[in-house]
């Protein structure tokens, strides 16, 4: 890791929806290079020191002026998160989603600048698989509005890459968790953390179903580090790259272990019920996934943190920030 970081020194590095879940552990890594870091928010957040915070609505064009001209590189996390706000309302979805590259790649071209682009997508843009583990050549079949977008924009940056207005590569995430500065603002999006948090509040585990979807869980940091190797890897230029653990588990099987890594770590026991999922529950949300991530090791980036190790991170971190609470 500290070889990637590295190449940064002397960089400027931007990252949007830099407080979100993943961008602030992205911000929080590049915080040990010497690279001009540019954080870009809709809203007002906490300053860190030494690192600049952009006030913009990327939706609007004009902000992308100050953006593109002032960023080597771009670590493009900001967008709706939700599957079922981006059904709901699609023209919306499309704002957050693609209105944003648009923008990047249209001042781009007329800027004649060539940043690197690294670009958060998603795992789910391959539909509803039956063939385990999937590799980036699998037929890509989305199934939701949110999806649909993610992959438009993924051929928006493919194709930008080809024309060599930008050079982007785009990381498809599968089921990422683990202690953040931050929580998924989508009650929906990280179950693990939100389960793991559950059994610590001594609160019942519900499984929906059976639990015999397959999830592929890769802890945050991991995730993070593929983010800073792309940024700097020039064969990934114009690629797009499963970033997971490339090992199955059960919801069923997960939720079990969360319960024994808890019970074995603060006592007591942790129950877990079956019911029924809830009827409004979109298909995508019970397919089973394992991705093969051959590629990106490739390049040199492998998981190094295996499921349990990551469970009992998140744990710690959990008593850890309640401990604290306790004391103020």
């Known amino acids: 890791m500290k070889d990637y970081l590295q190449r940064y020194n002397g960089k400027t590095i931007t990252v949007t929806g830099s407080s979100g879940y993943l961008g602030s552990v992205i911000v929080q890594h590049l915080k040990e290079t010497s690279a001009n870091i540019l954080r870009i928010s809709r809203k007002s957040i906490k300053p860190i020191r030494g690192i600049e915070t952009f006030i913009a609505d990327i939706r609007d064009e004009s902000c992308w002026d100050h953006i593109v001209l002032n960023s080597d590189i771009i670590f493009h996390l900001s967008a709706n998160t939700c599957v079922y706000s981006a059904n709901q309302n699609i023209a919306e979805n499309l704002d957050s989603s693609l209105k944003p590259i648009t923008h990047l790649i249209n001042v781009a071209r007329k800027k004649g600048i060539c940043p690197t682009i690294v670009f958060a997508s998603t795992a789910t843009v391959y539909g509803m698989t039956s063939k385990l583990p999937v590799t980036e050549s699998e037929k890509l079949s989305p199934i939701t509005i949110y999806d649909l977008h993610k992959l438009f924009a993924e051929q928006q940056l ?171």
């Open 158 to 328: 493919k194709y930008a890459t080809r024309k060599g207005i930008i050079n982007a590569v785009s990381l498809r995430l599968a089921n990422v968790y683990g202690p953040s500065l931050s929580a998924s603002a989508n009650l929906r999006r990280g179950v693990l953390n939100k389960i793991i948090r559950m059994a610590l509040e001594d609160k019942k585990i519900y499984v929906f179903g059976s639990g015999d979807y397959i999830r592929d869980y890769v802890y945050v940091d991991d995730v993070a580090k593929a983010f800073v190797l792309a940024g700097f890897e020039e064969k990934m230029h114009g690629l797009a790259l499963n970033i997971a653990s490339g090992k199955g588990i059960s919801i069923y099987d997960v939720f079990n272990k969360v319960k024994e890594r808890v019970e074995i770590k603060i006592g007591g026991e942790v129950e877990i019920e079956t019911t029924e999922g809830p009827k409004d529950i979109d298909p995508i949300e019970t397919r089973s996934f394992v991705a093969d991530i051959s590629r990106i090791s490739s390049f040199g980036w492998s998981p190094k943190v295996n499921l349990n190790a990551g469970i009992d991170k998140m744990i710690n971190s959990l008593i850890k920030n309640h401990n604290e609470l306790e004391k103020l």
